[in-house]
């Protein structure tokens, strides 16, 4: 019945054949067979994530600010050291399903980087849904390229690691070099501190006499950005040792007398340049200098040379929790930017609308 003749142009072979019945069988045993019902739950289009909010030890009180901004408590974390410094972490309760932010700073030394990594992998394997990493200030991002020989690139090896570990995507802040976004493939939110110092500038000076100035090359295209928000003038340092062991040559690109000055960069370590650019400052007749910077590394001797500068005021952000006090050092909270930039995330909203508003 189910045969198949051959014809001169078609002749089929015995194996040939007998597939064709059995493939013949199978689809007319599928037809009669009734299909099994299965009992499953409806997918509801849209529905959130539960949220949660873990931190490291890094920026504690940070963390618990940014909480605080969303109404939602700190998540329960164990995180202790080893008599020999292993670190150990384990989440208290379960973050299946969640939607997770791990907040962790990752400043020297390199334990804050492998906490972070450690809390990415413990939340992949306890099924959180999602997890950002929230990196207000993302450590060895001065290592960016390969500009000698033999030398790590150190920034892209941070961003594998992390995407590796399982994050799925990085919340940041005034990356040292911004192309760093392009060193993983997940998804990178990339704010700007300069938000927070432009609204303090502009309701503590007069901007009409006001300039911006970069301490070092680098920092110019930074520098421009605040003086168009600002509107207001622009210069530039320009640093130059002549011959080696030679005391470097200061050179001010534009008209800073008779000015108020500030000075804007990514984040200040040693105080050496910004301090020489301030004295270079001051000696061209400027009439005050404040400066701007979000990360507070401030190691070695800067806070000695911050007090004995012409530097008035020094704003930074608590992306880094400072190490002593200082009375020129103003500390403006970022607590508030982040919760926004999360709830954006959260919700599948849009986070660069927070750099128009």
């Known amino acids: 019945m189910w045969g198949f ?25 599928r037809m009669l067979t009734p299909p099994i019902l299965m009992d499953v739950a409806p997918i509801r289009a849209g529905s959130p994530l539960p949220i949660a909010i873990v931190a490291g030890r890094s920026t504690p009180a940070l963390a618990r600010e940014i909480a605080d901004e969303l109404s939602q408590r700190l998540g329960e974390v164990t995180i202790r050291n080893f008599a020999d410094g292993e670190i150990y972490v384990r989440f208290e309760e ?78 940041t802040m005034d990356l040292h070099a911004p192309q760093i976004q392009g060193f993983t493939d997940a998804p990178v939110d990339h704010l700007y501190g300069s938000r927070l110092f432009i609204d ?66 990514d984040m200040i370590d040693t105080a050496g340049t910004l301090t020489q650019a301030a004295y270079a400052l001051s000696e061209h007749g400027a009439l005050s200098i404040m400066a701007a910077c979000t990360h507070p590394l401030l190691s070695g001797p800067a806070y000695d040379r911050i007090e004995r500068s012409p530097i008035s005021k020094l704003l930074v952000t608590n992306t880094i929790p400072l190490q002593q006090t200082a009375q020129k050092i103003h500390v403006l909270s970022v607590a508030s930017y982040f919760a926004d930039a999360i709830q954006r995330i959260h919700n599948h909203d849009s986070v660069s609308t927070l750099f128009a508003e």
Not at 7 to 25: I, K, M
Request: neutral net charge; charged residues 25%.
């Open 5 to 29: 003749e051959s014809s001169p142009g078609n002749d089929y072979t015995v194996q040939e054949r007998g597939d064709a019945h059995r493939l013949l069988f199978f689809c007319v045993q």
């Open 200 to 265: 303090y500038v502009q309701e503590m000076e007069d901007t009409a006499n006001l300039v911006v100035v970069a301490p070092d090359v680098g920092a110019s295209k930074r520098a421009r950005a605040y003086a168009e928000r600002l509107q207001c003038d622009l210069a530039l340092i320009d640093k130059r040792r002549p011959r080696a062991n030679e005391v470097e040559v200061m050179h001010i690109i534009g008209q800073v007398n008779g000015k108020h000055a500030l000075l804007v960069d």
């Open 94 to 171: 379960s973050i299946r399903g969640t939607d997770l932010f791990l907040v962790q700073s990752t400043p020297a030394p390199a334990d804050h980087w492998m906490e972070l990594l450690l809390l990415v992998d413990a939340a992949k394997r306890a099924s959180a849904a999602r997890i950002t990493a929230v990196v207000p200030y993302f450590g060895y991002a001065r290592q960016d390229r390969k500009d000698q020989p033999r030398v790590s690139i150190a920034a892209k090896l941070c961003t594998n690691l992390l995407e590796r570990a399982g994050a799925d995507r990085i919340l």
